[in-house]
């Protein structure tokens, strides 16, 4: 026996089959209630959108660190761990955030432990630090708390803008850190530059990331200002060394709090404030 099927047949048999199907609604992952971090960026992210202080189940030793924290106070009686398994394993976290860089292994420990691991993306720019900061919330259900914080940082990296004389001159301005780098495009110091009314100088040489540099390369390419970090552990008197280098005897240096310049959180653009007034402070200096 041989059926006839015409076209609009099978046509309304699809739409029936489409509609009659049942539908699968894929549950929201639980709101973890304990929650480890493993960087200070989001210790420092953590403690500004999560109202519940008991859900932090640890944050790093850094977050009380005065010279490099921007969070002490807030970070104060939350427990405090290291990036060791059998540490973190041991409060039993439904998450814990890791930068890029973090040792591979440790999160393949983690996550076969039934951990729920967040991997922070790489931070190679300003907008990258929203990124995470939406990625931090979006994980501990603090969506719009995430969101303000983002929002915070861009009003706070446009007012320091708006106070730039309209006139001013654009400095060119080349970071030095310890022991002797400097930084170029693809750098959160490079939009710290940029959004402060300045020129980064080895970023428009054609730098990108972190490059070594020597005296030489300061003295040859002459900027205007040289910018560096307060925070040297490993070097703590390279600012002192500074100002004693014949290198650097006819430059203005200029030194932003580490815990500032250095931040991989919203804090950074407190940086920008601070690098607007040394800026343009050390040039109105300059003019009279």
Do not use: W
């Not at 009659?20 to 420092?44: G, M, N, Q, Y």
């Not at 691991?117 to 969506?143: D, F, P, R, T």
């Not at 939009?191 to 040859?220: K, M």
């Amino acid at each position: 026996m041989i059926f006839k099927v015409s076209i609009r047949n099978l046509f309304a048999a699809f739409l029936f089959a489409l509609f009659a199907a049942p539908v699968v609604c894929l549950a929201k992952p639980p709101c973890p209630k304990s929650i480890i971090s493993l960087t200070l960026a989001s210790d420092e992210i953590l403690v500004d959108i999560i109202g519940d202080r008991k859900k932090i189940a640890g944050l790093t030793y850094f977050s009380t660190d005065p010279l490099i924290s921007n969070v002490v106070e807030k970070a104060r009686g939350i427990p405090q761990v290291q990036a060791n398994l059998e540490q973190v394993i041991v409060k039993s976290p439904d998450l814990v955030i890791v930068a890029d860089h973090t040792n591979p292994n440790i999160r393949a420990h983690l996550e076969a432990a039934g951990i729920k691991v967040l991997v922070l993306h790489k931070i190679v720019s300003l907008e990258s630090i929203k990124k995470n900061i939406k990625l931090v919330g979006e994980a501990v259900c603090e969506e719009a708390a995430a969101k303000n914080l983002v929002k915070k940082m861009e009003t706070q990296i446009a007012d320091a803008k708006a106070k730039i004389p309209p006139h001013a001159k654009v400095p060119t301005v080349l970071f030095y850190g310890a022991p002797g780098f400097t930084v170029g495009k693809r750098s959160t110091i490079n939009d710290i530059i940029e959004s402060s009314g300045a020129i980064n100088l080895p970023a428009r040489l054609g730098l990108s990331g972190y490059s070594n540099i020597s005296t030489e390369y300061v003295i040859q390419n002459n900027p205007d200002l040289v910018l560096t970090s307060s925070y040297n552990p490993s070097h703590p008197d390279f600012v002192g060394q500074m100002f004693k280098n014949s290198a650097f005897r006819d430059k203005k240096i200029i030194v932003v709090a580490g815990k500032h310049l250095d931040a991989a959180s919203h804090y950074a653009a407190q940086a920008v404030i601070d690098l607007v007034n040394l800026i343009f402070r050390a040039e109105n200096n300059a003019d009279r």
